[in-house]
């Protein structure tokens, strides 16, 4: 079954002599259980797809569907329990003057959620953290702590489809692989569907089972993530992004 569909999804902002069409006819299915990624330069688009999804965006037209339930551009309260989003920057993403508590007990208030504590607790001990972690502020934790508190946050309603930011980008390289790790168990556990946004082959390669390349606005390829570490991408832009991340490594290494 298609978890996540999107059919000539199109989007632009501004109007006449402003108009900027950012997505152009973007086609996309994925599987229930399925890990999706999105790649392609800054500005591609990537986001965009996600924000619509989310809901932040609303002048998109075409056809998006979640479980097989059409979207509207005004989304229902009861979607938000199949779909949450997590964001690039978890330190930017939470409140800062709001407790660990205030910021996993909220959408519980929001949805009529009984048996708050009970679910606090257990969200935290899902993403590796504990209940001495409730009433500490973002400030007090480290930056692999709170994405822990972002993924809890988003996992609290218990959903099904995850939309994934760059949830590592933000990380030290260390603390990406613990967050990497965590979201593979989950994916697992939950039996949870992910499409993530990410400029990091790498992370593709380790978390999702396909790809698509976007480039200004559209799906330029489509392709297994291991094909993709096999160098066996088609298209010439996706070669090209493939090069490029392998000449980052290598710099990166060298100059260690």
């Known amino acids: ?152 946050r988003a996992l609290i309603l218990e959903p099904r489809v995850l939309l994934l930011d760059e949830p590592t980008s933000a990380l030290d390289v260390s603390v990406q692989a613990e967050i990497l790790n965590l979201l593979t168990d989950l994916r697992e556990r939950e039996k949870l569907t992910y499409l993530m946004v990410t400029h990091d082959l790498g992370v593709v390669t380790h978390l999702c089972d396909r790809v698509a390349v976007m480039q200004q606005g559209k799906i330029v390829e489509l392709l297994d993530s291991r094909c993709l570490s096999q160098d066996l991408a088609v298209h010439d832009y996706t070669r090209m992004l493939v090069q490029a991340s392998r000449d980052f490594s290598q710099t990166s290494v060298a100059a260690v």
């Open 1 to 152: 079954m298609s978890m996540i569909q999107a059919r000539s999804l199109n989007l632009s902002f501004g109007a006449g002599e402003t108009l900027n069409h950012v997505l152009h006819d973007v086609n996309l299915s994925v599987a229930d259980g399925e890990s999706f990624g999105l790649v392609g330069e800054s500005g591609s688009g990537k986001t965009t797809v996600l924000r619509c999804l989310a809901g932040q965006y609303r002048q998109w037209s075409g056809e998006l569907s979640i479980a097989g339930v059409p979207l509207q551009h005004k989304l229902s309260r009861e979607h938000f329990r199949k779909v949450q989003m997590v964001f690039q920057d978890p330190y930017g993403s939470l409140h800062p003057r709001h407790t660990i508590d205030t910021a996993l007990r909220e959408p519980l208030i929001i949805h009529g959620v009984r048996d708050k504590d009970d679910r606090i607790n257990e969200i935290l001990i899902k993403v590796g953290l504990n209940d001495s972690f409730r009433y500490r502020y973002p400030h007090q934790l480290s930056g692999g702590q709170r994405q822990r508190v972002a993924i809890a």
